[in-house]
């Protein structure tokens, strides 16, 4: 008898570790995020510099790249709209034809029942400032009276079809705000995924290029969390969980791993993580200088965010890993 514990038995051939896996990676798993911008011309597909393979697309370019990651397995997307206009009110947010509205029906018409449409419920790319909120004599988002737009936001994207809502703003009470004007407004059945723990995080940055959505002054540190708080994150979570939030996300995804894991055990609720832009770009970049293998990296990261406990994940890499036919 060994005197030691012979684990290579089990990782000796590939069918024994494929027995033996205990985490599996799924096309269901992953949320494709899409910036649709509000423009008049068609087939418009603009890079981002800083997201090699991401691009602000007007809603007909939005419509074919969409169909085909469908075709390929994509089962849910994330919605971001880039309007033509901004003001302090972000009022083209809650415009009946806005550009999110406007591509929600689209997506819709095309895909009904095959395809979730998830909405992001936010100010920061519709306000001339940037900021997730309304502004105080400060400068600070007001709390209490940007709540009133996000259920406005949140009301127009039911409205237009969306399949669920997902308020990133982190303003306090929002959560419970939402789901009181859905629910008001004869949407009782449409859920809500919260961006429930979401930090303030330098691996924004991409997404800010992607969306127009930088503050003009200041930063976002009042609303978002301290990277440095591990128990805050529970706060935060129980708070939306009580205010009837369907599904608890994490954001960034990668550099917050313990805080999945406590989600996950502390929360009778599905868990999200967000593999945010910076985090994708840090692979893209070193895939493109040869210093690792780019598609074994994106899925052994990913793999790690289902690891550590989330049961969905928004990732850039979803189109390109299922048009692959990598999962």
């Known amino acids: 008898m060994s005197d030691f514990f012979r684990g290579r038995r089990l990782r000796m051939k590939p069918l024994l570790r494929d027995l033996v896996r205990e985490t599996e990676l799924r096309p269901q798993d992953l949320i494709m995020p899409y910036f649709v911008l509000e423009t008049a011309e068609k087939n418009v597909c603009r890079p981002i510099s800083s997201m090699p393979g991401q691009a602000q697309l007007s809603p007909d370019e939005l419509d074919r790249r969409v169909a085909r990651a469908v075709d390929k397995g994509l089962k849910a997307v994330l919605l971001f709209g880039i309007p033509a206009r901004k003001d302090p009110l ?9 550009i999110v509205q406007t591509a929600t029906r689209l997506l819709k018409e095309r895909h009904r029942s095959n395809l979730l449409v998830i909405t992001d419920i936010c100010l920061c790319e519709y306000t001339s400032h940037g900021h997730c909120g309304l502004l105080d004599r400060e400068g600070e988002p007001h709390n209490d009276q940007t709540l009133e737009l996000l259920a406005r936001i949140a009301v127009s994207h039911a409205e237009s079809g969306a399949d669920m809502v997902a308020p990133s703003d982190m303003m306090d009470g ?12 004869g949407f009782v059945n449409l859920p809500l995924m919260s961006y429930a723990v979401k930090y303030a995080s330098a691996f924004y940055g991409p997404f800010r290029e992607a969306a127009e959505s930088a503050p003009k002054k200041g930063n976002r540190r009042s609303y978002q969390m301290d990277p440095a708080n591990r128990r805050e994150a529970l706060r935060e979570a129980g708070a939306d969980a009580l205010e009837d939030a369907d599904i608890l996300m994490v954001k960034p995804a990668g550099p917050y791993l313990d805080i999945v894991r406590e989600l996950r055990d502390s929360f009778d ?47 850039y890499f979803a189109e390109e890993l299922l048009g692959r036919g990598l999962l």
Do not use: C, F, H
């Open 90 to 98: 972000g009022s083209e947010a809650y415009a009946e034809r806005g």
């Open 174 to 185: 929002r959560v419970g705000a939402v789901r009181a004007a859905l629910d008001e407004s």
């Open 269 to 315: 609720k599905p868990v999200a993580a967000y593999q945010v832009s910076g985090e994708y770009a840090m692979i893209k970049a070193a895939g493109a200088n040869g210093w690792l293998d780019e598609t074994a990296a994106a899925l052994e990261a990913l793999l790690g965010v289902k690891r550590a406990g989330a049961d969905m994940i928004v990732t």
